[in-house]
């Protein structure tokens, strides 16, 4: 008997509708002698493009690193030195002052207080918190610091517990200009626990 065709389902059409369109994109690398990848391409838009690269970049290091035998990871915190505290519990009031000793220890660096207060009242340990970037980004400001800054980065880096990365562009302490001392990370508080715990 005769066989009638039967009609074609959504599916069928949507494959169909596929097949045609792969076939058309095919025909046109092949004309214009492109790749896959062109089409592909197209699609991505900048930030996507640019974080590609980014991880292809830094995959191609790591690959050329691990063959010349080159290591990147961050030196480790160093050891401190000044582990002898004039305040081995140091008290921070609730609007950031804290007592000084009255007799310190000489330390290759030096902190001034801020000054000009009322009544010759002692002034703040200048230690200061800064946000960036909406809110999203913190670091620590330290200023009046005079001396060894090497010294004095050394020990802060000791006792935040912060390594070196090997990267000096990612370094997580900054001198900036004026000698500021920056501090990635929100320290305000554990900074003042510890120039107060040295007499400062």
């Not at 160093?78 to 002898?84: I, K």
């Amino acid at each position: 008997g005769n066989h009638q065709r039967e009609p074609s389902s959504p599916k069928d059409s949507s494959m169909a509708m596929i097949s045609s369109v792969l076939r058309s994109s095919c025909s046109r690398l092949v004309a214009n002698n492109s790749s896959p990848s062109s089409l592909i391409g197209a699609t991505r838009d900048v930030h996507s493009k640019r974080a590609a690269k980014k991880l292809f970049k830094g995959y191609a290091r790591r690959r050329i690193d691990k063959k010349l035998g080159i290591d990147r990871s961050p030196t480790p915190p160093p050891e401190p030195t000044l582990t002898e505290f004039v305040h081995p519990e140091p008290v921070i009031l609730p609007n950031g002052w804290s007592k000084p000793a009255e007799n310190k220890p000489e330390y290759p660096f030096t902190i001034t207080r801020t000054q000009n207060k009322p009544n010759d009242a002692i002034g703040f340990l200048p230690v200061y918190s800064k946000f960036r970037k909406d809110g999203t980004k913190v670091v620590t400001l330290i200023k009046r610091v005079k001396g060894d800054r090497d010294f004095f980065i050394k020990e802060l880096r000791a006792f935040l517990q912060l390594a070196t990365p090997h990267d000096p562009k990612e370094n997580n302490i900054k001198v900036l200009t004026g000698g500021i001392i920056e501090v990635r990370g929100h320290y305000n508080r554990p900074v003042k626990e510890w120039l107060t715990a040295l007499g400062f």
